[in-house]
């Protein structure tokens, strides 16, 4: 009896108003019921929209995990950077926010270039936010975000091959209120967010947020003693909502970011000689230095990243006596620039620095349906999404340090083994007032990309009987790409008119050596790119695809639901952005799942368990090969599988005390891939990707209520990542290995606290906190790129303790 009410309830809700994951609820409704008390005697309710339905959390039939605005406030995150170290089997590299890279279950798109589509799918209020330039935002008045583990193509409008991020911002209501907050810490951090939500009528309501963020950053250069790195970015939100009648609502909102500060910073880990010497190369991994021992010596001109973003979404939702429609009209563009060293030293006879920029702008459309007949529960949608991108990849250096390089790879029939530096000495020795050295040396690869995606999916939830329910859906799509390549031969003007100069003199005449000697490139030098130098190369493709899913769940009880699913995810193909010609087929992910969701009210606790194994076919990847002469870009494609567990638990142990805990374990390995190399093929058929098999975060928190005095809160996390499991490829790139110095890809672990009090009328906050509180610093990154030519590798390492204060108000 309990369990018919239970359902019925939830069809007269899901007939009866919008989905939220589709565009919230109708303004004429009554606000949903206020959460439970801090000294509740049941588990917190969770509410999630991830089938693009309102349902509880314990009830969909997904792994799935959600942080709320609790949670990213516990761990004074600013971005989803700050948070995937507590989600198990989620990895985000933010250290350059204009260049992240996404990772879900071991699933991630290892191409930075815009030929490509990322494997896991972010989108904010439902709208797919593209590239991955512009998806690492400011988390600006965020409700909460739900990480759906596994494809959910059936249920987005755009591909989620590995999974989904899906982001929900709070709305605008019918009450007046303001809130500002203020955040002081270490290393010169400066934050400030303001919110106002502002009725302007019955049934109209304005929500205004502002955010800056402002730090040094904790690296300082050795030599000039001025920091590094730091952040600096601002960023607005404006959204309103209007009632239009009894049955429509309509909101429309404006996002705004402007981002502008140092690029990443990197620490020369190779052991120079005196100046003007040079290293040996290619660089010992033996002899590497520990970035976390050894001053930083950073001296890229301009050093700088930055992005201006802008978004305009309207969402209109329409209430049908048959169900809902949600229409999405949403618009994106950014201009993007990021210039960061690479030789990690401040010497001019290694100099190299990389630049990537891009421009973006896309349209997107979406038409979704929903409703409940019967026993059936559907959705159903077409999306259209169109984008036209460019981008810039360059190499920065001189003609000294191109010097460098040359005598290093044994390029120059000269006495002394350079070239540009032993004419230089003739010409002084003859004195003649004109040098090959210090002048400026750029090379550079340039994309455009137009592209259209059209796509048409529906879910239904079959009720059978008051315990069995059956999901099957279905998703279409085709994609349709233009692509572009241009390079050219290396910039170098001031050095181009000495050349023209010395000819004109009759001087290699002279020398009897051809002033085409010095024209050359040291970057792009593969054979496509030899061939085309200074020729415009355009492809077209489009790809199709059927996706389906089909989800069986079981209530064994009230508080106990199995479920089993098996689900198609597809990324479409694309072009590899640094090889000419280079042209990749669809990817393709088919994912098996068994899980169970269990609530114990008596016990105020909940966990949920799942099972999978997912089959990754047609991988795509571009990565530098170091193992050549000279290093150069190179496109594998290859097959994955894996095996894994998620878990989580929920548990309200007192009514002060509560906590919770994530785990998940992967056993991912290469199948049929074997990578190319100078000596041949490597076959990594059945070694492990690199993907560490455990990651898991616990929480605790407790709230001790001091009457008039307000509450005390204290909060606590931690997170592990285990160490990446080594292959024959990445132990020989150095991106997995134990060295003298340190380890690359060894386990991490981190620690956050927060202490807060809150005013009884809850209109003050005052809190301390401390993220990486054991001051656990980790390699992340090695830059290798200079490693064979210039014998200089550069590191990247993890942030120390950060800590700080922070108050807010609310009215």
């Not at 995937?84 to 260049?99: E, K, R, W």
């Not at 790879?409 to 020795?429: C, E, K, N, R, W």
């Not at 020989?732 to 620690?751: H, I, K, M």
Request: proline share 5%.
């Amino acid at each position: 009896m309990q369990r018919n009410l239970v359902i019925g309830l939830r069809r007269a809700l899901f007939g009866g108003c919008v989905a939220l994951g589709a565009g919230g609820t109708a303004w004429a409704q009554q606000p949903p019921p206020a959460a439970p008390p801090a000294d509740a005697t049941t588990l917190d309710v969770i509410t999630v929209t991830a089938q693009s339905r309102e349902q509880e959390l314990q009830d969909v039939p997904i792994a799935l995990q959600v942080l709320n605005d609790r949670i990213i406030s516990d761990v004074t995150a600013e971005d989803m950077g700050d948070l995937d170290s507590f989600v198990p089997g989620l990895q985000i590299n933010s250290v350059q926010p204009t260049q992240p890279s996404i990772a879900l279950r071991g699933i991630s798109t290892d191409d930075f270039g815009i030929g490509t589509d990322p494997a896991v799918g972010v989108f904010i209020d439902g709208v797919y936010t593209g590239r991955s330039g512009g998806i690492l935002l400011p988390l600006t008045d965020v409700e909460r975000i739900e990480v759906l583990k596994g494809p959910q193509g059936t249920l987005f409008g755009r591909n989620t091959a590995a999974g989904a991020v899906s982001i929900i911002t709070k709305r605008p209501t019918g009450e007046t209120e303001a809130a500002l907050k203020l955040r002081l810490g270490n290393y010169g951090k400066q934050y400030v967010e303001a919110m106002a939500n502002i009725p302007v009528g019955e049934r109209s309501a304005l929500r205004l947020n502002g955010l800056f963020n402002h730090g040094d950053g904790w690296l300082k250069d050795g030599a000039t003693g001025k920091d590094l790195g730091g952040d600096n970015v601002w960023a607005t939100r404006a959204a309103w909502q209007v009632g239009l009648g009894d049955n429509t609502t309509a909101l429309l909102s404006w996002d705004h970011e402007s981002l502008d500060q140092q690029g990443r910073p990197t620490t020369g880990i190779v052991p120079l000689p005196p100046s003007p010497g040079r290293p040996a190369a290619p660089a010992d991994p033996d002899a590497y230095l520990d970035p976390r021992d050894i001053r930083i010596f950073n001296d890229t001109a301009d050093n700088a990243e930055w992005r201006t973003f802008d978004g305009v979404t309207l969402i209109v939702d329409h209430a049908f006596g048959w169900g809902n429609l949600t229409s999405t009209t949403a618009w994106r563009q950014f201009d993007s620039l990021n210039r960061v060293e690479e030789d990690g030293t401040n010497r001019p006879n290694l100099y190299l620095s990389s630049t990537n920029s891009e421009s973006n702008e896309n349209k997107y459309q979406e038409f979704k349906f929903s409703g409940a007949s019967g026993r059936l529960d559907w959705v159903a949608g077409l999306s259209y999404y169109e984008e036209e991108a460019s981008q810039t990849s360059e190499i920065d250096t001189t003609s000294t340090a191109v010097d460098t390089a040359v005598a290093n790879l044994g390029l120059a029939p000269t006495p002394d083994g350079t070239l540009f530096g032993f004419f230089s000495q003739v010409l002084a020795a003859n004195g003649i007032p004109l040098t090959l050295l210090g002048h400026s040396w750029n090379e550079s690869f340039r994309n455009t990309l137009k592209t259209k995606a059209y796509a048409g999916f529906g879910d239904v939830i079959w009720h059978v009987n008051d315990k069995l329910n059956l999901t099957f859906g279905l998703r279409y799509t085709r994609d349709e790409k233009d692509f572009t390549w241009f390079n050219d031969l290396r910039n170098a003007p001031t050095l181009d008119a000495t050349l023209d100069a010395l000819d004109a003199a009759g001087f290699f005449a002279l020398a009897g050596v051809p002033k085409e000697t010095f024209i050359f490139d040291l970057a792009f030098i593969d054979p496509p790119a030899m061939m085309n130098k200074g020729v415009t190369n355009r492809a077209s493709d489009s790809w199709s695809d059927w996706s389906p899913r089909f989800v069986a769940d079981y209530h064994f009880t009230d508080h106990l639901m199995g479920f089993a699913s098996l689900a198609k995810g597809y990324k479409a193909g694309g072009f590899n952005a640094l090889q000419i010609g280079s042209e990749f087929d669809n990817e393709d992910v088919w994912n098996l799942e068994v899980g169970i969701k269990h609530a114990l009210p008596e016990a105020r606790l909940a966990y949920n368990v799942s099972v999978f194994h997912y089959r990754y076919d047609n991988r795509q990847s571009i990565r530098l090969d170091n193992t050549s002469t000279i290093p150069r870009f190179v496109v594998d494609t290859g097959d994955v599988e894996a095996t894994g567990v998620d878990f989580d638990l929920r548990w309200q142990v007192t009514d002060a005390f509560g906590m919770d805990f994530n785990a998940a374990y992967i056993d991912a390995k290469y199948k049929d891939y074997g990578v190319e190399t100078a000596a041949g093929l490597l076959d990594l058929d059945g070694e492990p990707t690199g993907e560490p098999k455990w990651s898991a975060a616990i929480g605790g928190h407790y709230t001790w209520q001091l009457g008039d005095a307000g509450d005390l809160r204290l909060a606590l996390r931690h997170s592990y990542r285990g160490s990446c499991r080594a292959n024959a490829y990445n132990l020989g790139s150095g991106d997995c290995v134990d060295l003298p110095g340190f380890s690359t890809g060894e386990s991490q672990n981190r620690t956050d606290l927060r202490l807060a009090w809150t005013s009884a009328d809850g209109h003050w906050n005052w809190a301390v906190y401390g993220n990486n509180i054991f001051d656990e610093q980790y390699v992340t990154q090695l830059n290798v790129y200079g490693r064979e030519a210039f014998g200089t590798v550069g590191a990247v390492v993890s942030e120390p303790r950060i800590y700080g204060m922070e108050v807010s108000v609310k009215f």
